[in-house]
């Protein structure tokens, strides 16, 4: 839907450079073990896939026509480095950095894994700061934050799904938080979206 917008609207206004550049750095440390560990070719296509997108979609907005001075959320200071802080404080909590020189290759795998949990509740503020200062907000646009909320709620589903109906399925009590999280970030967006239609 946003590669459509932008190649509709022929323009970035009131899309976040930087919500997008923070989505390619959740794919980009969540799915480090896309040449160590083979699941299915499904898997490795889709995230090979979601990281092509990411780039695909960051190369369109810089060379659309878009008001830099409005999205310019400090995202390094307000979201990136309290999402590393909070990955190491729950590392340090659970013992992982303990098993950093038996199994270093899969202690910075999970760390950066749930650095990209914590990352990605997160990486739509600058999205919906952007969209506030814009105060109109283009049809395609709306659809695709919205569409973004749902996909999140539609992931809590899921983890609750597998958690009653996989015998070995584990919990991540850390993602359910970031996931209500991310979901509460866009109840006002959702009551503006469902107000407009």
Known sequence: ILMRRLHVSRNAQGISLVTQLLYLVVCLTRYTDLFTN?????????????????VCLIMKIRRSDRDPE????????????????????HHSVDGSFDQLFGWPRLVIQKFLWQFSIYLEALAILPQLS???????????????????????FLYIINWIYRAHNEPFYRH??????SGVVQVL??????????ISK
């Open 130 to 152: 952007l969209l506030k200062r814009y105060r109109v907000v283009e049809n395609l646009t709306g659809n695709y934050v919205f569409l973004l909320g749902i996909y999140r």
């Open 172 to 177: 991540h009590y850390a993602v359910y938080v």
């Open 38 to 54: 083979f699941y299915s070719m499904y898997n490795s296509i889709m995230k090979i896939f979601f990281i092509a997108i990411e």
């Open 185 to 194: 970030l866009y109840i006002e967006f959702f009551y503006y979206w469902v």
């Open 70 to 89: 409005l999205d310019n959320f400090p995202a390094i200071k307000f979201l990136v480095l309290p999402c590393l802080l909070l990955t190491f404080v």
